[in-house]
């Protein structure tokens, strides 16, 4: 059996989540409201203050969509508690970010400064000019957001210019070497 599937779900202190038909499940929380439906062919249970994920049979497709249930339910609810999160470095000499209202302009050495506006439900701060943090209560588009901010300019191996997750390492490459 899927090892992520049957575990449950613990369902925190001020968090309520309802399960309407076709498994479209809502979860209320301190941070918010996020719903989502779930496949149909998995049964989602409240079961005393936790939340069970079942599968009908061991065919290939709902053993693989039994884990995968689980942990979309699983990051609403930690969503709405906690929040997500993602922190982007902006490396290189001239490049900075900026913020205005719900605008972030980026200077990347284009001939012109990228604007990019934050989603609904998400947010953008920056601390200093090179720390981009995107927060929001929905991973997937937290997740999202930052891969779109992060293709704006990319880190090449050499210098390690542009912009990259925090926790990214890039792997360099050496540069030319002059002839003998």
């Known amino acids: 059996m899927s090892r992520i599937g049957r575990m449950p779900i613990a369902i925190p202190a001020g968090v309520t989540v309802t399960i309407a038909e076709n498994n479209k499940v809502t979860v209320k929380g301190p941070k918010g409201t996020l719903e989502r439906e779930l496949p149909t062919e998995m049964s989602i249970k409240e079961e005393d ?23 979309l339910i699983n990051n609403m609810v930690v969503g709405v508690t906690n929040g997500y999160e993602k922190v982007l470095e902006v490396n290189g000499v001239g490049y900075r970010a900026s913020k205005q209202g719900k605008k972030l302009t980026l200077n990347l050495g284009y001939s012109h400064p990228v604007e990019m506006e934050d989603p609904e439900g998400l947010e953008t701060v ?27 300019r990319r880190p090449e191996p050499y210098k390690g210019k542009g912009i990259k997750y925090a926790d990214e390492t890039i792997r360099r490459k050496v540069g030319k070497t002059g002839k003998k």
């Open 126 to 152: 920056l601390e200093g000019q090179n720390k981009i943090t995107v927060k929001g209560i929905d991973k997937e588009k937290v997740g999202q957001y930052a891969a779109e901010i992060r293709d704006k």
């Open 49 to 71: 203050g936790h939340i069970v994920v079942t599968r009908p049979n061991d065919l290939k497709k709902m053993k693989s969509l039994h884990g995968l249930t689980r942990t």
